[in-house]
């Protein structure tokens, strides 16, 4: 392999919701995690392009044949269009990275700790012919990694498809110090809608408005004001509150969260227990909750007090830490993908 200037080294976060990748060049981009083939030839003449991804595509998703290929943070299984979808998805975050031709590329890729067990095969494949090295690691280690709390601190990621918890002991994470739930955005997202049309049947609207609700105005604990959005009944638009539905949806994780945190702190050995009890990171989408940090503290206060801060930059934490961990890594570590 080239010198390590020569390479383009880069930090990807393959996400279910949001896919980020950082590179050495200085160049950072987020693309939502959807990709979009246009439906027929009609579409084609439309689009004026084979495929889209992220916003574009989903400004245009009527037209295509939409796919969200991660589902809890794992590649859907037994789809060749999803697989060729998380494919196609990680050429474009690369492509966005902008390196020269013949330029090789190592790439470190952050995943749920889940899909470390289940779905490295596929991603191996999935990176193939973009990258001539690989690495993957689990996304909260990524985190920490980039924000070097490699000691006695706990991240949880909290995505769309599943929240990832990783205590950090000084040394690479094992299985025991991780978790993963599937208690996160998407789940939110589920619950909101069923609470929404149970109280307003004749209500029509879409996940993907929910999902904007939700990313909107989202909270724990007390609302800072109603919550009102616009649904359809029938052709008319008509503001309804939701302000309730919303607190029931958003709190639906609070309990599996705090339940998991302390059942890895309890683990920890116990002189460093309180050290790790006020060094708490939220990551991930969900971390922008308003209130949940707050409530996760309240959870803390039972056990002798602890605290949950939330990362600087939840969108590039993964991406930029998994760029960090490339650019440290030795010869050894690197997979190599040639051939």
């Known amino acids: 392999m080239s010198k390590k200037s020569e390479v383009l080294h880069v930090g990807i976060d393959l996400g279910t919701s949001r896919s980020s990748i950082s590179a050495s060049n200085g160049v950072r981009h987020v ?57 196609e998805l990680l050429r474009h975050l690369v492509s966005l990275a902008g390196g020269r031709d013949g330029q090789p590329v190592r790439a470190v890729v952050g995943v749920p700790a889940e899909a470390l067990r289940v779905s490295r095969q596929n991603l191996r494949s999935a990176v193939k012919g973009l990258a001539d090295a690989l690495m993957i690691v689990s996304e909260p280690f990524a985190v920490a990694y980039g924000m070097d709390a490699l000691l006695h601190t706990m991240i949880i990621d909290i995505g769309a498809g599943t929240t990832d918890f990783c205590v950090m002991r000084g040394r690479y994470p094992t299985e025991e110090d991780q978790r993963t739930l599937t208690n996160a955005g998407d789940s939110i997202d589920e619950q909101l809608a069923t609470l929404v ?82 060094n708490i990171v939220l990551a991930g989408g969900g971390s922008q909750i ?50």
């Not at 392009?49 to 939409?66: V, W, Y």
Request: charged share 30%; with cysteine.
């Open 197 to 278: 049309r149970a109280r307003h049947p004749d209500a029509q609207f879409s996940i993907y408005m929910v999902r904007e609700w939700k990313e909107k105005w989202s909270f724990v604990g007390e609302p800072r004001g109603p919550v009102t959005v616009t649904v359809q009944k029938g052709a008319r638009g008509v503001s309804v509150d939701i302000t309730g539905e919303m607190r029931r949806a958003c709190e639906s994780v609070l309990a599996p969260i705090a339940e998991t945190m302390t059942d890895l702190l309890a683990r920890v050995e116990p002189e460093y227990q309180e050290r790790v009890r006020h």
């Open 290 to 339: 308003p209130g949940l940090a707050a409530a996760l503290e309240r959870t803390l206060a039972e056990y002798g007090g602890g605290a949950v801060r939330v990362v600087e930059d939840p969108v590039f934490a993964g991406s930029n830490g998994s760029l960090a961990i490339a650019l440290d890594a030795s010869e050894g570590d690197w997979e190599s993908l040639a051939g």
């Open 31 to 87: 693309v939502e995690s959807y990709v979009g083939w246009p439906a027929d030839m009609v579409a084609r003449k439309l689009v004026k392009k084979p495929i889209l991804f992220g916003r574009e595509a989903l400004d245009n998703r009527p037209m295509l044949e939409l796919r969200r290929p991660l589902e809890r943070g794992l590649i859907k299984e037994g789809s060749e269009r999803d697989e060729l979808a998380v494919r």
